[in-house]
């Protein structure tokens, strides 16, 4: 059963950046369209971003665009979400999952269970 797994949160000021990795395993991302996920305490998990299979279709919530951006490597198994010019409101847990995919476009919804997160703190 593929699982995913979430890496590569920390802590980071206002500006900064981070690399969010979501690494696959039991078996293969390729066929599969991901997104990246955020929740913080009390709210609701708001979905971000989503590339479809084959990296041609991506997708952003407006808060992130322009700031965040997804991109997979199907040879490392692996989606990552790079996130520049990081704001104080962008601090949640953030995790990844499978996501429907629609004539080779991703659909922000998920799909599968969730992983642990990885946790994302911007503070100065």
């Known amino acids: 059963q593929l699982q995913l797994v979430e890496s590569g949160g920390g802590l980071v000021q206002p500006g900064g950046s981070l690399r969010l990795s979501c690494a696959a395993s039991g078996g293969t991302l390729r066929y599969a369209a991901i997104g990246w996920f955020r929740q913080v305490p009390g709210k609701e998990r708001e979905g971000i971003s989503c590339?479809?299979?084959?990296?041609?279709?991506?997708k952003y919530t407006d808060s992130v665009k322009d700031r965040f951006t997804i991109s997979r490597d199907n040879a490392k198994n692996t989606v990552y979400l790079q996130m520049n010019s990081l704001k104080p409101g962008d601090t949640a847990i953030y995790y990844c999952?499978?996501?429907?995919?629609?004539?080779?476009?991703?659909?922000?919804?998920?799909?599968?269970?969730w992983g642990q997160g990885t946790q994302v703190t911007v503070s100065s």
């Open positions: 590339i479809s299979s084959s990296g041609g279709d991506t």
């Open positions: 999952a499978v996501v429907p995919q629609v004539q080779a476009m991703c659909v922000l919804r998920p799909l599968a269970s």
